[in-house]
């Protein structure tokens, strides 16, 4: 069974600063699919971001940006130049896109950008 | 419109009442899963349909949980003789097809509190 590991329950930073959420994960599976979801308080789940694992380079979105280290199994989410409309819980999700597997999510990290 | 919608928005039930929560995915998106978010044991991923059929229901919390997805459309998880573990958030999610390779799109959820 995979499992997926968020070790920073939350963090608090200030506006226009750089944030580092961490994530790590394990399976054994060999391609697999790694995601970054924003819930606001409004419950709604946004991806943020997604990364294929056969893929070596880093996915970007804008100010988001990972870090996929495959070896270490980690998938760590990077925010530049943070914003108020930031601050919400950020969950690391997995799957081995079989389809059937769903997602499996991390805890989640509690982000909160001060003004 | 649109996106993943969902019904009720919240419910109140008494213990041993049964529910009903309903999920509409976005039009054309086969594959619809449905998770549950609750404190004490954070994103769980419950079942998986691929059209109208659900290939493993192994992840249903217990006897007392079904679904059923009718037409290739709309979805339904019903939960017969609640308990009060069974105060949660449901999330439904939607996507063109399996986990992973195509985005899952989620709905607002369904805030259940059993009394």
């Known amino acids: 069974a995979q499992t997926v590991t968020q070790s920073q329950p939350e963090m608090s930073v200030q506006e226009a600063e750089t944030v580092t959420l961490s994530c790590t994960y394990d399976?054994?599976?060999?391609?697999?699919?790694l995601f970054w979801y924003k819930q606001p308080p409004s419950r709604q789940m946004i991806l943020v971001i997604r990364q294929e694992a056969y893929k070596q380079q880093n996915a970007t979105e804008n100010r988001f940006s990972v870090n996929f280290q495959k070896a270490a199994k980690s998938f760590s989410l990077k925010i530049s130049d943070s914003q108020l409309g930031d601050t919400a819980m950020y969950f690391c999700?997995?799957?081995?896109?079989?389809?059937?597997?769903?997602?499996?999510f991390g805890k989640g990290t509690h982000l909160i950008i001060q003004p | 419109g649109a996106g993943v919608s969902q019904s009720p928005s919240n419910k109140v039930t008494e213990k041993g009442k049964d529910v009903e929560l309903r999920c509409d995915p976005i039009s054309g998106h086969t594959a619809l899963y449905w998770y549950r978010q609750s404190l004490g044991q954070g994103l769980e991923f419950l079942i998986y349909?691929?059209?109208?059929?659900?290939?493993?229901k192994s992840g249903l919390p217990s006897d007392r949980f079904s679904a059923e997805r009718t037409g290739g459309s709309v979805s339904t998880l019903t939960i017969q003789r609640t308990q009060q573990e069974d105060s949660a958030v449901y999330l439904c999610?939607?996507?063109?097809?399996?986990?992973?390779?195509?985005?899952?799109?989620f709905g607002p959820g369904t805030r259940l509190t059993v009394l």
């Open positions: 349909f691929q059209g109208n059929s659900a290939p493993d």
């Open positions: 999610a939607s996507s063109l097809g399996s986990a992973g390779v195509n985005e899952q799109f």
């Open positions: 999700a997995f799957t081995s896109g079989g389809g059937a597997d769903g997602l499996t």
């Open positions: 399976t054994s599976e060999s391609n697999y699919y």
